[in-house]
């Protein structure tokens, strides 16, 4: 005999739910249901940071320093993902919680703060670094302490971690698909490389040297320069540059610096209307600090700009300007950034454990179909399939999409020939 009746009409309901809750989808059940479903002991195996009700999250960028124009956006999308997946009930039932650190633009730094993370704190995955030199300095402290890191940035490729998802684009994404529009569309045959002094943008200007002189047969390099990060002064640049007369200038300067380079190269006559300039490294927040006027007629190769026409980027770009404010701004890597929670929410329930082992086992071929860029899948390599675009800037400081790939492209970190 049932004694349903002695039940207030709550406990019924929750009876019922708990009754009907194994062989519900995931998404119906209430958080305490699900974390019910999923009992910590068996979730977490490996003593990280996770109750019954919350699991913990690290999150390491560069709030302070010559990053911060770039890594901000970051900061946010990731916040943003949070709170829409923590509206949504959480993950396994469990309310995400956030410990921030800042990294300072300063690699020892990100170092030092991903240990903490990892080791002190022990949470369940790190959102977080921009450059490749932040993500060199903590890569053996993810290794070593088995440790899961989402990366949002376009990189140079030549990398793949079992510790590391990697959202952005890799080199043949955006380099070398970015050099064969150029060639085609602009009809460039000679170019002049640009980039800060450090690991990303030398390995890329080394990958696209080898494309444009032997492997993509484009034409030739006439110069190559680089400059430390934060530098401000580029009027020996533009000189050598004016001599040089460049098809196209292929730039990877990035962080602060570009608000100073593109200030100075209209202040020398160097605009969109007169000379081909394509960057790997100006994005919508960049553009703020650069100004639409100072850039506008140049390009940028990236997989995503805010002014992609998609339901699923309307609804992105919406939810991020009510959080931050109607001037806010979205590039790149910030929607990069902002897969990498729904890409860990998705591996995490395909796995049904916290358990970083178990959830690098369960993400390949994980699918965003909600994905503000439109579309993506992770490789079994950790990088994702993605469109490459070109967009043109605009007076305004957006930009418009003027190519886009037929497909997406298969990542491939290690192209052959370019090692």
Not at 151 to 162: A, D, I, N, R, V
Not at 184 to 207: C, H, N, Q
Not at 359 to 365: K, N, T, Y
């Amino acid at each position: 005999m049932s004694h349903d009746h002695d039940l207030d009409p709550k406990s019924l309901q929750r009876r019922r739910l708990l009754q009907g809750a194994a062989a519900l989808p995931l998404a119906g059940l209430p958080a305490w249901a699900l974390a019910q479903q999923f009992p910590t002991a068996k979730v977490n195996t490996t003593k990280l940071a996770i109750t019954d009700t919350e699991v913990t999250v690290g999150q390491l960028h560069s709030a302070t320093g010559t990053m911060a124009i770039s890594e901000t956006g970051s900061i946010q999308a990731e916040q943003l993902a949070i709170d829409q997946i923590n509206a949504m009930g959480g993950i396994l039932g469990r309310k995400i919680k956030v410990i921030k650190e800042d990294g300072a633009s300063d690699w020892p730094t990100f170092a030092e703060k991903s240990k903490k993370l990892l080791v002190n704190d022990r949470v369940a995955t790190v959102f977080g670094c921009w450059t490749s030199a932040s993500r060199k300095a903590v890569l053996p402290v993810f290794e070593k302490e088995n440790g899961l890191l989402y990366y949002p940035t376009f990189y140079e490729g030549l990398e793949q971690s079992k510790n590391v998802i990697y959202t952005g684009q890799e080199a043949t994404q955006q380099i070398i698909w970015g050099l064969d529009w150029g060639a085609k569309e602009k009809k460039a045959k000679t170019f002049f490389l640009v980039g800060s002094d450090y690991i990303w943008p030398r390995t890329s200007m080394k990958i696209a040297r080898k494309h444009i002189e032997s492997v993509g047969k484009l034409g030739r390099v006439v110069g190559e320069e680089y400059y430390p990060l934060g530098n401000t002064n580029f009027n020996s640049l533009i000189n050598k540059i004016k001599v040089a007369k460049p098809d196209c200038i292929f730039c990877a300067v990035v962080g602060g610096s570009n608000v100073a380079f593109y200030k100075q190269l209209k202040a020398a006559g160097i605009t969109g209307d007169k000379q081909f300039l394509l960057t790997l490294s100006v994005t919508e927040d960049e553009m703020t600090g650069v100004g639409g006027e100072n850039f506008a007629g140049f390009y940028s190769s990236m997989k995503y700009f805010q002014s992609l026409d998609n339901e699923n980027n309307k609804k992105f770009v919406a939810a991020f300007k009510a959080k931050y404010g109607k001037d806010a701004v979205i590039g790149d890597v910030t929607q990069a950034a902002y897969l990498g929670p729904w890409l860990w929410k998705a591996a995490v329930e395909k796995a049904g454990s916290f358990d970083v082992d178990k959830v690098v086992a369960a993400s390949p071929g994980i699918e965003l179909k909600t994905a503000p860029e439109g579309y993506v899948k992770l490789d079994a390599n950790h990088h994702l399939w993605s469109k490459a675009r070109i967009g043109q800037g605009q007076p305004d400081a957006t930009f418009k999409v003027v190519a886009e790939s037929a497909d997406l492209i298969k990542p491939d970190p290690f192209p052959k020939g370019y090692q």
